[in-house]
């Protein structure tokens, strides 16, 4: 079967997940999630990836990207899969695959959904029961973010850099954000565009994408439902 093409649109962020083989870890020391962000950020520059928002789980990691080019997302997780794997294997002598085939991404309309995914993805951690709170774990971009601290990885969305006309401000608004609680639907409907990568968005959205691309961003008719959905079991994250 031919692999279901992706949403490409240069300067529109996508939502990336890729996952370890067999939901098994692709992070076993504290070296590992530094060598992977220093290998994000080279390659993000390379193929003129900007990223906003990144966590990194012990089996999984998202990120917030928006590239400036059609194919930059493409490029730069095949780049930074090679570079990653490699190290891997090297570090700890294993052989075969790390990742569970390629990398997921649902197109995003940022407007409506851009903070929101930034906050569902810094709080990764907390949903997981990891901490207590977002700012305690150390391999996300909330301190960054929210908190200030150093992080030359990120490029600010300019909807991140409107929360406030100074970097104290705009972290103090985005804190707030996290103040509010993000129901089951919310997190389903996030979920839903991103194991299926459509596109999370409002509907007129949609349908600007829709004829853009000349390609469905809506689910079709429902089949039956995946086993761990009937059991109300969700693996993302």
């Not at 962020?13 to 870890?25: A, D, M």
């Not at 407007?111 to 305690?136: D, F, K, Q, S, W």
């Not at 991103?194 to 689910?219: A, P």
Request: with cysteine; net charge positive.
């Amino acid at each position: 079967m031919p692999r279901k093409p992706r949403f490409t649109l240069s300067g529109v962020p996508q939502h990336v997940i890729q996952r370890g083989n067999n939901r098994e870890p692709c992070f076993f020391a504290e070296q590992d999630y530094r060598r992977y962000l220093e290998d994000l950020q080279a390659c993000a520059e390379k193929y003129d990836c900007r990223l906003h928002a990144y966590v990194l789980m012990t089996n999984h990691v998202h990120l917030l990207v928006t590239p400036m080019q059609e194919q930059g997302i493409a490029e730069m997780m095949q780049a930074l899969g090679r570079r990653y794997v490699y190290y891997i294997n090297k570090t700890y002598r294993r052989t075969g695959t790390l990742w569970e085939g390629r990398y997921k991404a649902s197109l995003i309309d940022s407007e409506a959904y851009l903070l929101t995914c930034m906050r569902y993805i810094e709080l990764n951690p907390l949903r997981a029961e990891m901490v207590n709170h977002a700012g305690e774990y150390k391999w996300s971009s909330y301190g960054a973010n929210a908190q200030g601290r150093a992080d030359a990885r990120l490029s600010p969305h300019p909807l991140y850099t409107a929360l406030g006309a100074t970097a104290a401000d705009r972290q103090h608004a985005y804190r707030e954000l996290f103040r509010h609680h993000m129901d089951n639907a919310l997190l389903h409907e996030i979920r839903e565009a991103l194991n299926h990568e459509l596109v999370l968005g409002r509907s007129y959205f949609k349908d600007k994408i829709e004829t853009m691309t000349q390609r469905q961003t809506r689910l079709g008719l429902p089949g039956r439902p995946r086993a761990e959905e009937e059991a109300g079991v969700y693996y993302i994250d």
